[in-house]
T-cell receptor, first 115, second 112 residues
Framework: NAGVTQTPKFQVLKTGQSMTLQCAQD?????MSWYRQDPGMGLRLIHY???????DQGEVPNGYNVSRSTTEDFPLRLLSAAPSQTSVYFC??????????????FGPGTRLTVL | KNQVEQSPQSLIILEGKNCTLQ??????????LRWYKQDTGRGPVSLTI?????NTKSNGRYTATLDADTKQSSLHITASQLSDSASYIC???????????FGTGTRLQVTL
């Protein structure tokens, strides 16, 4: 199993540009999520999905869109990039939808810089 | 507001020594507490998960303890190795997987 994969690893955008961060998992996990990690702060949840066709907002959803058309893929779209979105983005997945005690598996991250 | 505080912020120890990292939380209601290891430039990797009814959980040289009454947890690393150099993140859940509060981590450096 490849686990959770993310592309690209690095990306530089100009303010106002849009782009999609890709996330895929091959473990047949129902639950997938996107986090951002900023210096001096804990990971913060952007959006999450409990299964194909179902998504919901996390703590910091503004400026981001998601969709879940298949179990495997969960792309994150930046609609109009802003410098405040400069961060490291992590995708994660877990088997259960409740996540009560399910282990979350994280991808390697995408480091995004918005100029 | 749900918070997770970790201490120390950073720590340097000699290879072979033991160390203990601390985590205090104010999350309520409490569901479970997780410890993750994050190598530089990588995503976090789960070390342990404990529910409120568990007070200790081991994973090799890593042992996590939980005191749900005082809302404290610790991660003890035994016989440290250079590969233990990483950030260790405490995460507290107050419900489903979407209800996780992450600490800012303790940066551990193991030296020769």
């Amino acid at each position: 199993n490849a686990g959770v994969t993310q592309t690209p690893k690095f990306q530089v955008l100009k303010t106002g540009q849009s782009m999609t961060l890709q996330c895929a998992q091959d473990m047949n996990h129902e639950y997938m999520s996107w986090y951002r990690q900023d210096p001096g702060m804990g990971l913060r949840l952007i959006h999450y999905s409990v299964g194909a066709g179902i998504t919901d907002q996390g703590e910091v959803p503004n400026g981001y869109n998601v969709s879940r058309s298949t179990t495997e893929d969960f792309p994150l779209r930046l609609l109009s990039a802003a410098p405040s979105q400069t961060s490291v983005y992590f995708c994660a997945s877990s088997y259960g939808t409740s996540g009560y005690t399910d282990t979350q598996y994280f991808g390697p991250g995408t480091r995004l810089t918005v100029l | 507001k749900n918070q997770v505080e970790q201490s120390p912020q950073s720590l340097i120890i000699l290879e072979g020594k033991n160390c203990t990292l601390q985590c205090n939380y104010t999350v309520s209601p409490f569901s479970n507490l997780r410890w993750y290891k994050q190598d530089t430039g990588r995503g976090p990797v789960s070390l342990t998960i404990m529910t409120f009814s568990e007070n200790t959980k081991s994973n090799g040289r890593y042992t996590a303890t939980l005191d749900a009454d005082t809302k404290q947890s610790s991660l003890h690393i035994t016989a440290s190795q250079l590969s233990d150099s990483a950030s260790y993140i405490c995460v507290v859940s107050f419900g489903t997987a979407s209800k996780l509060t992450f600490g800012t981590g303790t940066r551990l450096q193991v030296t020769l």
